[in-house]
């Protein structure tokens, strides 16, 4: 068992930058790989970056490559979204995942445990 605790979330003008992190329970957090999702009002789930088990793998939804970055340190059991030149189109809840194969995943359903999120909201 799995469990996630997200932080970091706010708001932040058109442009700025925030950090958010995941903090992991579990000796087993090294083995996992981990996701970011975000959900607008009124939107589905979407996918927008992942990290294999060694931090050797990382993809990233189009709309976020090259301003998002997705880290780790399975030292301290933690995962970060680095989120540079915010959009106003980035403001929604953000979620951390994990699921229990060492490779990168890019759907929802491929993910075992979730946290409860954080927002980010985006101002123009």
């Known amino acids: 068992q799995v469990q996630l605790v997200e932080s970091g979330g706010g708001l932040v003008q058109a442009g700025g930058s925030l950090r958010l992190s995941c903090a992991a329970s579990?000796?087993?957090?090294?083995?996992?790989?981990m996701g970011w999702f975000r959900q607008a009002p009124g939107k589905e789930r979407e996918f927008v970056a992942t990290?294999?088990?060694?931090?050797?793998?990382?993809y990233y939804e189009d709309s976020v490559k090259g301003r998002f970055t997705i880290s780790r340190d399975n030292a301290k059991n933690t995962v970060y979204l680095q989120m540079n030149s915010l959009k106003p189109e980035d403001t929604a809840v953000y979620y951390c995942?994990?699921?229990?194969?060492?490779?990168?995943?890019?759907?929802?359903?491929?993910?075992?445990?979730w946290g409860q999120g954080t927002q980010v909201t985006v101002s123009s």
């Open positions: 579990g000796r087993t957090f090294g083995t996992y790989a």
């Open positions: 995942a994990a699921r229990s194969f060492r490779a990168t995943g890019y759907q929802a359903g491929q993910y075992n445990y």
């Open positions: 990290i294999s088990w060694s931090g050797g793998s990382t």
